[in-house]
């Protein structure tokens, strides 16, 4: 069996909202589009990325009940995740954690999509001396 490719679908309650939201905050355009389905791609890329289904449709499968933000957090790795910080907040986009220098190294600060979708954007960093070392596994 050959992967051609996995992505998130995550069933969302605003649809047109939220494909709004990832295509202003990450640059991201849609490679398809219908009522009930949003199919997104970083810019330069025919990947998906991402996809949101409305909840409502009823090609959706048995199961996929709106997500409403619990138990899940959807992480996007940037190159400058202060740049990007400044752009959404001088923007007036709204930030649930502040950008924060992490100690096992990362630099990030977190959002929410209009559906409920908690992204955390990341930048690696290096980690403080000896953080990782409390936490290797014994071999």
């Known amino acids: 069996m050959q992967i051609l490719d996995t ?7 605003h649809l047109q909202h939220s494909a709004a939201f990832f295509r202003h905050c990450f640059g991201m355009h849609t490679l398809f589009e219908a009522s009930w389905v949003s199919m997104l791609s970083k810019e330069g890329s025919e990947t998906i990325a991402l996809g949101l289904m409305a ?7 048995p199961g996929p009940e709106v997500f409403r933000g619990l138990g899940m957090i959807f992480t ?12 959404l907040t001088s923007d007036g986009t709204p930030i649930d954690h502040p950008l924060t220098d992490c100690p096992w190294g990362q630099r990030r600060f977190m959002l929410r999509d209009p559906s409920g979708i908690l992204i955390d954007i990341v930048q690696q960093t ?5 953080f990782w070392e409390a936490y290797a596994v014994p071999r």
């Open 7 to 13: 992505y998130p679908l995550f069933t969302v309650s």
């Open 55 to 61: 909840s409502d449709h009823p090609s959706r499968p």
């Open 76 to 87: 996007v790795q940037v190159a400058d995740v202060a740049a990007l910080h400044a752009r």
């Open 126 to 130: 290096d980690p403080a001396p000896g």
